[in-house]
T-cell receptor
Framework: AQKITQTQPGMFVQEKEAVTLDCTYD???????LFWYKQPSSGEMIFLIY??????QNATEGRYSLNFQKARKSANLVISASQLGDSAMYFC???????????FGAGTRLAVHP | SAVISQKPSRDICQRGTSLTIQCQVD?????MFWYRQQPGQSLTLIAT?????????ESGFVIDKFPISRPNLTFSTLTVSNMSPEDSSIYLC???????????FGPGTRLLVL
């Protein structure tokens, strides 16, 4: 069965520091995609970064990078130089089977302190 | 990325009534989905909205409770029927422009059922 696990219900980080949000996944498919979304208190889901299962290099998007370790089935999000506006819920998600349907983890609430 | 709007943005409804949520995209997209996010929970896929045919529902969701229409490539509706307080959630539509591309979400509809 496909599953996404986020073991950190909450994290806090000092402004300007880096933080890693953990995500592990389980699938028997060879082809899949891994996504991270940010959900501020307004409720919208903001796409941050994507990693394909066949991508050999870790994805990066500005201050976001995805630490993809395929053998360990982990896809951790690294946020560098945290900002107060980064305070939000962060969801890891997986698409399988080429159908673009997403399976979400439980989420991690990040608080950035000044 | 596509610009996605949802109407209404929020609503308070009485139990036993129905609410139709609209999702409009500013460009044609291949795939449209509807998700539910119950309070304090992660996102769960309700169904894939298929253009010109019946939606494809996930386990635990049925057409009688959540009828979905998708008359064209830019518009879809989700109806929450015979509502109960357990239907209080954020309902989000999402789109994929082309198969395999990133999935983007609308701003969501916050529903409270009394």
């Amino acid at each position: 069965a496909q599953k996404i696990t986020q073991t950190q219900p909450g994290m806090f980080v000092q402004e300007k520091e880096a933080v890693t949000l953990d995500c592990t996944y389980d699938t028997s498919d060879q082809s899949y995609g891994l996504f991270w979304y940010k959900q501020p208190s307004s409720g919208e889901m903001i796409f941050l970064i994507y990693q394909g299962s066949y991508d050999e290099q870790n994805a990066t998007e500005g201050r976001y990078s995805l630490n993809f370790q395929k053998a360990r089935k982990s896809a951790n999000l690294v946020i560098s130089a945290s900002q107060l506006g980064d305070s939000a819920m962060y969801f890891c998600a997986m698409s399988v089977g080429g159908y673009n349907k997403l399976i979400f983890g439980a989420g991690t609430r990040l608080a950035v302190h000044p | 990325s596509a610009v996605i709007s949802q109407k209404p943005s929020r609503d308070i409804c009485q139990r036993g009534t129905s609410l139709t949520i609209q999702c409009q995209v500013d460009s044609q997209v291949t795939m449209m989905f509807w998700y539910r996010q119950q309070p304090g929970q992660s996102l769960t896929l309700i169904a894939t909205a298929n253009q010109g045919s019946e939606a494809t529902y996930e386990s635990g969701f049925v057409i009688d409770k959540f009828p979905i229409s998708r008359p064209n490539l830019t518009f879809s509706t989700l109806t929450v029927s015979n509502m109960s307080p357990e239907d209080s959630s954020i309902y989000l539509c999402s789109v994929v422009a082309r198969v395999g591309e990133t999935q983007y979400f609308g701003p969501g509809t916050r529903l409270l059922v009394l």
